[in-house]
């Protein structure tokens, strides 16, 4: 039975969408919860808004969330999936591994060339009927391929590695109707 700790961070636009809740779900290589924490909603101004632009959800999502959250948690996942490109360049702050993972846009698919030009790769087990994944790294960290995609394999086995992010949002849905802080 594997140890292996995989982590899900995500940022989501509240309800109301003038504020942002990020999400970190720490999991066992079957998909069984671990830790879960979140932060409260970080409201945003339509100044904020204007004079950070497109940097605003970067912001927010690493220095604001991502970092602190990952500073916050007591167990350390051995990788960090995130649901954005964006939060990729959160690796230049922290030691885990991190990946982008989504579904890949069947429009669109690539040659197996082209894939490795991207530095995407595809995972898609055959004895399961989890739909294939797209991770991608960032460019700077080329050495997180080597070491985690065999550990990606193993627990992509296990359940699929998008559904977590699903659960994060319903939670974050949840704690918006019951709390305040949340909203």
Do not use: W
């Not at 899900?8 to 879960?36: K, R």
């Not at 808004?49 to 605003?56: D, S």
């Amino acid at each position: 039975m594997s140890k292996l700790k995989i982590g899900f961070y995500a940022l989501y636009e509240t309800e109301i969408q003038d504020s942002y809740v990020g999400t970190l779900l720490v999991t066992d290589s079957y998909g069984i919860p671990l830790e879960f924490k979140c932060t409260h909603s970080v409201k945003v101004t339509a100044i904020q808004k204007a004079l950070y632009g497109e940097r605003l959800q970067p912001y927010i999502g690493i220095e604001l969330c991502g970092v602190p959250l990952m500073k916050s948690i007591t167990i350390s996942p051995d990788l960090l999936f995130v649901n954005a490109p964006y939060l990729l360049t959160m690796r230049q702050k922290i030691t885990t591994p991190i990946i982008l993972i989504n579904r890949p846009d069947g429009e669109s698919m690539m040659s197996t060339e082209e894939y490795l030009k991207s530095g995407k790769i595809i995972v898609v087990h055959e004895y399961n009927n989890f739909p294939p994944v797209e991770i991608q790294y960032h460019p700077d960290f080329a050495k997180d391929s080597k070491t985690t995609l065999e550990n990606i394999n193993e627990v992509s086995a296990n359940f699929d590695l998008i559904e977590p992010f699903d659960r994060m949002k319903k939670s974050v849905e949840i704690l918006g109707k019951t709390d305040s802080k949340f909203k």
